[in-house]
C-alpha cells in the first residue's frame, strides 16, 4: 500500500517539493493537499505584473487543476488546516480530515500590519494574494483614486507602480531615510527614487504612521510630524513574518519559524517543514532560490533517497522594480574594517559598488547594470582573492572574454529571433515563451526546457540575464553549493576527489558510490565523468564516446546543413608541398566544396557527408596528416610567426618552438578547448595575448602568457613568468596544462578557471614550486603516451564504423 502524504499549504515551496517528490518516487505516496486560497497553486512572484495589468491570474497559474488529478493529488483548495492530531496522524480542516504517513508543513508567511488606530478600516489591505491583488484593481477603478503605500521596500514600490499604472494619485511613504535598505545603499535607492519620481510616484521619507484616518471607509492617512495625506486606499507593505502559528499550536519546536534541521525535518520525525515558514541554523528565507533548494532536499528524504542536506543558503537578489534592474548580495554597505570600490554614472543611471575586506568581496549592490551580479556573488560565496584582477574588478567579467556576458539591457533589446544558445540554436523568443507559458525559475528549468546553456555553457550569463529579466522580481542566485548535474547534489570538485581518492576507474562505479538519481545519467554529467575519468587515470579508463557530444563521437565538425568540416593539423601553422598536394587531391576526389584558411593557420575542407569521413581520413593519414582536433575540448592549434629565421625583428626562433609545442601537446583532452601561439618579438604577430597559453620572444628569454582568449568578449592573457631557455617554455607548458586539465571544471576555459582561482594560485603551483612543477609535467608527459593515438587513422581502419552509417530511409 502506497503511503499518505499530506502537504499543509498549496503555495509555491510545498508544491516544488511534490514536483520534486514526483520525479523521484511517482508511486509512492497518496497525497493530498489543503491550500487555504480558493486557487491552484500561483506565481506569487508575478502579482505585481497583474496589478499593473501586464499578465493576468491565468497566466501566473503554476499548476493548474488538471496538473493535480494528472498526478493523483487529492487537492483542497479554501480549506484552512485548523490542528493536527500528532498521535493518531490526522489532519483537520472544518469538515475535511486526512491521515498522513509524513507531513509537509509549508504554510508560508503572512503580511506584517502596523498596530496603529484605523488599520481595520475598509480599504486598507496588504500586498500579499490575489484577493489583495483584486481589492486593489477595485479600488483603481474608481476615477481620481488616492492611495498611500506604506513601505518603501521591493512589495510597496511594486503595489505603487502597479497602481500608478492603472492611474491612481500614489504617494509612498517610508519610516527609513532611503528606499529599500535592504537591498541599496543609499546612492543607489536615490538613483531609484529619482527614476520613481519621474514616473509620477510621490515619497515621503522618514515619515512615521499615526493614524489611519475614516469612519468605516479609510479616507486618509496622519503622521507623527501632523501632516495628513487624504486616500482611498492604504497599501501596508512593510514586510512579512514567517506564519508558523499553526506548527506552534500542535507543538512543534518554533522560534523565528518552524524550526527543521538538514534534511528539513521537525522535532517530530514524520513532519517536515519547508519555505518561509521555516528557520534553518537560526535563518529564515524568502526568495525562490532557497525554498526550492529546500524543497529537494525534502522530497530526496521523502523518496527515501536521503543522502541530501540543505546547509543553508548564500542569498544574492537580483531583482527588476518598476523596469530597473537591481542587484545585492552580501555586506554591501561596509564599515572601517572594509573598502568600497565604486563606479558611478549618474547620466546612464548606472551604479556599481563592491566591498572588500583583505581582497575578498564582503557585498555588492548594483543599479540599472545588473549583468555581473552573478560574477560578483560566486567571488564572494568562493571566497576567492581577487588581487590578482583587483585593477578591472568593477568592470566586470566581461574582460574574461568568450563567456557570453553582455549587458542585460541588451539582452532585453534583443529580437526574439536572435540567437542566444549556438550550440542547441535556441533563440530568445523559444526561452522567453518557456519561461512565461511553462512557468520556469531557475536556470536548470529551462535548460531542461530548452537545451540552452546546456552544451558548452558559455551564453549562461545571456540565459540568465533573460531569465531575471522575464521573471522579475524574486530571481536570485545560484545556490552555494552548486551540484555538477540534476543527477547528483555533489559539485564538480567533489566528484573529481571521490574519482581520484577512492579509485573510481569506471562511470558505473562514479555513480553507485555518489548515490546517482539516475541510472545512466543525463547530457551533461556524462561528458564531464567521462572527462574526469579519462584525466585521471590515462592508462586504465577507456573512453566512452557515446558521452562525447556529437563533434567529438564524430571527429568532425557539424555545419548547420548537417555536413560536417575536416581540418588536419599542420604543425605551428607549417605545411609542405606534398601535404598541400595531398589536401588538393582529397578536395577534388570527394567534391569538397569550400577549402578555407582557418585563423588557426591551417586548412578546413567544408561540405563533406558524415558516411565519406572515414575514406578521407584514410586519404589525409597516407600523406602522414592528423586530426587538428578542431573539433574537440582539447589542444586545437599553436599559432606561430616565422620569427628569426626570416623576419628582421624576430628575436628567437618562434616557429621550431610552436612545432615542438604542438607535438608535444597534440592529442591532449582538456575540460575546454586549448589554444596557443608562440610570437617572436613583442610585436606579437601571432596574437600570443588572447591564447590559454601564449609564448611571447624577448631579447632574453620567453614570456609566458596564461588565461586569454578572444571570443565574443576578447581576454588579454596575464604574465605567468619569464623563462630562458626552449626547454623551460615545454616544461612550463606541460605544468600550466596539467594543473588546468586536473584542478578545471569541465567546460570551463583557462580564463575563468584563473579568475576563480587565482593567478597567485597558478603561479604558487608552478612558478614558485619547481616540486609541483616537475610533478605536473610528468604526469602531463605520462598521459599523452595514452592520448596521442591519431583518431583519423584509426577510424579509417575501421574503428567506430557504426558512427558513420547512414541511418536507413524507410518509405
Same mark, same amino acid.
Given at each position: 500500500? !502506497?503511503?499518505?502524504?499530506?502537504?499543509?499549504?498549496?503555495?509555491?515551496?510545498?508544491?516544488?517539493?511534490?514536483?520534486?517528490?514526483?520525479?523521484?518516487?511517482?508511486?509512492?505516496?497518496?497525497?493530498?493537499?489543503?491550500?487555504?486560497?480558493?486557487?491552484?497553486?500561483?506565481?506569487?512572484?508575478?502579482?505585481?505584473?497583474?496589478?499593473?495589468?501586464?499578465?493576468?491570474?491565468?497566466? +501566473?497559474?503554476?499548476?493548474?487543476?488538471?496538473?493535480?488529478?494528472?498526478?493523483?493529488?487529492?487537492?483542497?483548495?479554501?480549506?484552512?488546516?485548523?490542528?493536527?492530531?500528532?498521535?493518531?496522524?490526522?489532519?483537520? =480542516?472544518?469538515?475535511?480530515?486526512?491521515?498522513?504517513?509524513?507531513?509537509? +508543513?509549508?504554510?508560508?508567511?503572512?503580511?506584517?500590519?502596523?498596530?496603529?488606530?484605523?488599520?481595520?478600516?475598509?480599504?486598507?489591505?496588504?500586498?500579499?494574494?490575489?484577493?489583495?491583488?483584486?481589492?486593489?484593481?477595485?479600488?483603481?477603478?474608481?476615477?481620481?483614486?488616492?492611495?498611500?503605500?506604506?513601505?518603501?521596500?521591493?512589495?510597496?514600490?511594486? =503595489?505603487?507602480?502597479?497602481?500608478?499604472? /492603472?492611474?491612481?494619485?500614489?504617494?509612498?511613504?517610508?519610516?527609513? &531615510?532611503?528606499?529599500?535598505?535592504? /537591498?541599496?545603499?543609499?546612492?543607489?535607492?536615490?538613483?531609484?527614487?529619482?527614476?520613481?519620481?519621474?514616473?509620477?510616484?510621490?515619497?515621503?521619507? /522618514?515619515?512615521?504612521?499615526?493614524?489611519?484616518?475614516?469612519?468605516?471607509?479609510?479616507?486618509?492617512?496622519?503622521?507623527?510630524?501632523?501632516?495628513?495625506?487624504?486616500?482611498?486606499?492604504?497599501?501596508?507593505?512593510?514586510?512579512?513574518?514567517?506564519?508558523?502559528?499553526?506548527?506552534?499550536?500542535?507543538?512543534?519546536?518554533?522560534?523565528?519559524?518552524?524550526?527543521?534541521?538538514?534534511?528539513?525535518?521537525?522535532?517530530?520525525?514524520?513532519?517536515?517543514?519547508?519555505?518561509?515558514?521555516? $528557520?534553518?541554523?537560526?535563518?529564515?528565507?524568502?526568495?525562490?532560490?532557497?525554498?526550492?533548494?529546500?524543497?529537494?532536499?525534502?522530497?530526496? *528524504?521523502?523518496?527515501?533517497?536521503?543522502?541530501?542536506?540543505?546547509?543553508?543558503?548564500?542569498?544574492?537578489?537580483?531583482?527588476?522594480?518598476?523596469?530597473?534592474?537591481?542587484?545585492?548580495?552580501?555586506?554591501?554597505?561596509?564599515?572601517?574594517?572594509?573598502?568600497?570600490?565604486?563606479?558611478?554614472?549618474?547620466?546612464?543611471?548606472?551604479?556599481?559598488?563592491?566591498?572588500?575586506?583583505?581582497?575578498?568581496?564582503?557585498?555588492?549592490?548594483?543599479?540599472?547594470?545588473?549583468?555581473?551580479?552573478?560574477?560578483?556573488?560566486?567571488?564572494?560565496?568562493?571566497?576567492?582573492?581577487?588581487?590578482?584582477?583587483?585593477?578591472?574588478?568593477?568592470?566586470?567579467?566581461?574582460?574574461?572574454?568568450?563567456?557570453?556576458?553582455?549587458? &542585460?539591457?541588451?539582452?532585453?533589446?534583443?529580437?526574439?529571433?536572435?540567437?542566444?544558445?549556438?550550440?542547441?540554436?535556441?533563440? !530568445?523568443?523559444?526561452?522567453?515563451?518557456?519561461?512565461?507559458?511553462?512557468?520556469?525559475?531557475?536556470?536548470?528549468?529551462?535548460?531542461?526546457?530548452?537545451?540552452?546553456?546546456?552544451?558548452?555553457?558559455?551564453?549562461?550569463?545571456?540565459?540568465?540575464?533573460?531569465?531575471?529579466?522575464?521573471?522579475?522580481?524574486?530571481?536570485?542566485?545560484?545556490?552555494?553549493?552548486?551540484?555538477?548535474?540534476?543527477?547528483?547534489?555533489?559539485? *564538480?570538485?567533489? +566528484?573529481?576527489?571521490?574519482?581520484?581518492?577512492?579509485?573510481?576507474?569506471?562511470?558505473?562505479?562514479?555513480?553507485?558510490?555518489?548515490?546517482?538519481?539516475?541510472?545512466?545519467?543525463?547530457?551533461?554529467?556524462?561528458? =564531464?565523468?567521462?572527462?574526469?575519468?579519462?584525466?585521471?587515470?590515462?592508462?586504465?579508463?577507456?573512453?566512452?564516446?557515446?558521452?562525447?557530444?556529437?563533434?567529438?563521437?564524430?571527429?568532425?565538425?557539424? $555545419?548547420? &546543413?548537417?555536413?560536417?568540416?575536416?581540418?588536419?593539423?599542420?604543425?605551428?601553422?607549417?605545411?609542405?608541398?606534398?601535404?598541400?598536394?595531398?589536401?588538393?587531391?582529397?578536395?577534388?576526389?570527394?567534391?569538397?566544396?569550400?577549402?578555407?584558411?582557418?585563423?588557426?593557420?591551417?586548412?578546413?575542407?567544408?561540405?563533406?557527408?558524415?558516411?565519406?569521413?572515414?575514406?578521407?581520413?584514410?586519404?589525409?593519414?597516407?600523406?602522414?596528416?592528423?586530426?587538428?582536433?578542431?573539433?574537440?575540448?582539447?589542444?586545437?592549434? %599553436?599559432?606561430?610567426? %616565422?620569427?628569426?629565421?626570416?623576419?628582421?625583428?624576430?628575436?628567437?626562433?618562434?616557429?621550431?618552438?610552436?612545432?615542438?609545442?604542438?607535438?608535444?601537446?597534440?592529442?591532449?583532452?582538456?575540460?575546454?578547448?586549448?589554444?596557443?601561439?608562440?610570437?617572436?618579438?613583442?610585436?606579437?604577430?601571432?596574437?600570443?595575448?588572447?591564447?590559454?597559453?601564449?609564448?611571447?620572444?624577448?631579447?632574453?628569454?620567453?614570456?609566458?602568457? %596564461?588565461?586569454?582568449?578572444?571570443?565574443?568578449?576578447?581576454?588579454?592573457?596575464?604574465?605567468?613568468?619569464?623563462?630562458?631557455?626552449?626547454?623551460? %617554455?615545454?616544461?612550463?607548458?606541460?605544468?600550466?596544462?596539467?594543473?588546468?586539465?586536473?584542478?578545471?571544471?569541465?567546460?570551463?576555459?583557462?580564463?575563468?578557471?584563473?579568475?576563480?582561482?587565482?593567478?597567485?594560485?597558478?603561479?604558487?603551483?608552478?612558478?614558485?614550486?619547481?616540486?609541483?612543477?616537475?610533478?605536473?609535467?610528468?604526469?602531463?608527459?605520462?598521459?599523452?603516451?595514452?592520448?596521442?593515438?591519431?583518431?583519423?587513422?584509426?577510424?579509417?581502419?575501421?574503428?567506430?564504423?557504426?558512427?558513420?552509417?547512414?541511418?536507413?530511409?524507410?518509405?
Amino acid at each position: 500500500m !502506497k503511503e499518505k502524504l499530506v502537504l499543509i499549504g498549496n503555495g509555491m515551496a510545498g508544491v516544488r517539493t511534490l514536483e520534486e517528490l514526483l520525479k523521484l518516487a511517482p508511486e509512492q505516496y497518496d497525497i493530498t493537499v489543503f491550500g487555504g486560497e480558493p486557487y491552484s497553486n500561483y506565481n506569487r512572484i508575478m502579482l505585481s505584473p497583474v496589478l499593473a495589468g501586464e499578465k493576468t491570474i491565468d497566466q +501566473i497559474m503554476l499548476n493548474d487543476d488538471q496538473w493535480y488529478a494528472d498526478n493523483g493529488v487529492t487537492l483542497h483548495k479554501g480549506k484552512w488546516v485548523e490542528t493536527v492530531d500528532r498521535a493518531r496522524r490526522v489532519v483537520h =480542516a472544518g469538515d475535511v480530515s486526512a491521515h498522513y504517513d509524513r507531513l509537509i +508543513i509549508a504554510t508560508g508567511s503572512y503580511p506584517f500590519v502596523i498596530p496603529v488606530p484605523g488599520s481595520e478600516l475598509k480599504g486598507v489591505i496588504s500586498f500579499r494574494d490575489i484577493a489583495d491583488v483584486d481589492a486593489m484593481l477595485h479600488a483603481a477603478g474608481r476615477p481620481g483614486g488616492r492611495a498611500v503605500v506604506i513601505g518603501g521596500g521591493l512589495l510597496g514600490l511594486e =503595489a505603487a507602480n502597479g497602481l500608478n499604472k /492603472q492611474g491612481m494619485d500614489v504617494t509612498v511613504v517610508h519610516l527609513m &531615510d532611503s528606499l529599500m535598505e535592504r /537591498q541599496l545603499d543609499k546612492p543607489a535607492a536615490e538613483l531609484l527614487r529619482t527614476s520613481l519620481e519621474a514616473k509620477g510616484l510621490k515619497f515621503l521619507m /522618514q515619515a512615521q504612521t499615526e493614524a489611519i484616518l475614516g469612519a468605516g471607509q479609510v479616507q486618509g492617512v496622519r503622521f507623527k510630524d501632523g501632516l495628513e495625506v487624504p486616500a482611498e486606499l492604504v497599501v501596508m507593505a512593510v514586510g512579512i513574518r514567517a506564519n508558523f502559528q499553526l506548527a506552534e499550536k500542535i507543538g512543534l519546536h518554533c522560534e523565528r519559524g518552524v524550526v527543521v534541521n538538514d534534511t528539513m525535518q521537525t522535532f517530530d520525525p514524520r513532519i517536515y517543514a519547508v519555505g518561509e515558514c521555516v $528557520q534553518h541554523r537560526g535563518q529564515t528565507y524568502g526568495l525562490v532560490a532557497p525554498l526550492f533548494e529546500q524543497a529537494k532536499v525534502c522530497a530526496n *528524504h521523502l523518496a527515501h533517497i536521503g543522502i541530501a542536506r540543505y546547509e543553508g543558503s548564500v542569498t544574492s537578489t537580483k531583482l527588476k522594480v518598476t523596469g530597473i534592474d537591481l542587484f545585492s548580495a552580501g555586506d554591501f554597505i561596509g564599515d572601517e574594517h572594509t573598502e568600497s570600490l565604486v563606479l558611478q554614472d549618474p547620466g546612464r543611471g548606472l551604479y556599481k559598488k563592491v566591498v572588500l575586506k583583505d581582497n575578498r568581496i564582503q557585498g555588492a549592490v548594483m543599479y540599472g547594470d545588473t549583468i555581473d551580479g552573478t560574477w560578483y556573488f560566486e567571488l564572494m560565496r568562493d571566497r576567492t582573492d581577487i588581487s590578482d584582477f583587483r585593477d578591472s574588478l568593477l568592470f566586470g567579467q566581461a574582460h574574461l572574454g568568450d563567456s557570453g556576458h553582455g549587458d &542585460d539591457n541588451r539582452v532585453a533589446a534583443m529580437a526574439d529571433s536572435s540567437e542566444i544558445c549556438g550550440c542547441n540554436g535556441v533563440c !530568445k523568443g523559444e526561452i522567453v515563451e518557456a519561461i512565461t507559458q511553462k512557468n520556469l525559475f531557475t536556470l536548470d528549468d529551462v535548460r531542461a526546457h530548452t537545451k540552452a546553456s546546456s552544451s558548452c555553457g558559455s551564453c549562461t550569463g545571456l540565459v540568465e540575464a533573460l531569465l531575471a529579466h522575464t521573471v522579475g522580481g524574486d530571481y536570485s542566485q545560484s545556490p552555494a553549493k552548486k551540484p555538477l548535474c540534476p543527477c547528483t547534489d555533489f559539485t *564538480h570538485d567533489e +566528484i573529481r576527489t571521490g574519482i581520484r581518492d577512492h579509485e573510481l576507474k569506471h562511470m558505473s562505479a562514479v555513480r553507485t558510490y555518489f548515490e546517482w538519481k539516475t541510472p545512466d545519467g543525463c547530457s551533461k554529467c556524462r561528458p =564531464a565523468l567521462n572527462y574526469y575519468l579519462l584525466c585521471q587515470w590515462p592508462g586504465e579508463y577507456q573512453d566512452d564516446s557515446q558521452s562525447r557530444f556529437i563533434n567529438e563521437r564524430a571527429h568532425a565538425n557539424i $555545419q548547420k &546543413d548537417a555536413t560536417y568540416s575536416v581540418i588536419p593539423r599542420m604543425w605551428g601553422g607549417g605545411t609542405t608541398p606534398q601535404e598541400l598536394r595531398a589536401i588538393a587531391d582529397v578536395a577534388e576526389k570527394y567534391s569538397v566544396r569550400m577549402v578555407h584558411v582557418t585563423g588557426g593557420q591551417r586548412l578546413a575542407l567544408y561540405g563533406l557527408t558524415k558516411e565519406q569521413l572515414p575514406q578521407i581520413w584514410g586519404d589525409l593519414t597516407q600523406a602522414g596528416l592528423v586530426s587538428g582536433h578542431a573539433y574537440g575540448k582539447a589542444l586545437r592549434t %599553436v599559432k606561430t610567426c %616565422v620569427g628569426r629565421e626570416w623576419c628582421r625583428f624576430g628575436t628567437q626562433d618562434s616557429t621550431a618552438l610552436g612545432i615542438d609545442l604542438e607535438k608535444m601537446t597534440w592529442g591532449s583532452w582538456t575540460p575546454h578547448k586549448f589554444k596557443m601561439a608562440a610570437s617572436g618579438c613583442p610585436r606579437n604577430c601571432a596574437e600570443a595575448t588572447i591564447k590559454d597559453f601564449g609564448v611571447v620572444c624577448v631579447d632574453s628569454g620567453y614570456e609566458l602568457h %596564461v588565461g586569454g582568449n578572444g571570443g565574443v568578449k576578447v581576454r588579454a592573457t596575464d604574465l605567468l613568468c619569464h623563462v630562458e631557455t626552449p626547454q623551460q %617554455v615545454l616544461d612550463y607548458c606541460a605544468a600550466f596544462m596539467q594543473l588546468y586539465r586536473e584542478e578545471a571544471h569541465y567546460l570551463e576555459r583557462t580564463a575563468p578557471w584563473i579568475e576563480r582561482v587565482g593567478l597567485s594560485y597558478v603561479k604558487a603551483k608552478i612558478v614558485e614550486d619547481s616540486a609541483s612543477r616537475e610533478a605536473l609535467t610528468q604526469r602531463f608527459h605520462y598521459a599523452q603516451q595514452f592520448a596521442q593515438d591519431d583518431p583519423w587513422a584509426a577510424r579509417a581502419k575501421g574503428a567506430e564504423a557504426h558512427e558513420f552509417v547512414p541511418i536507413k530511409q524507410v518509405s
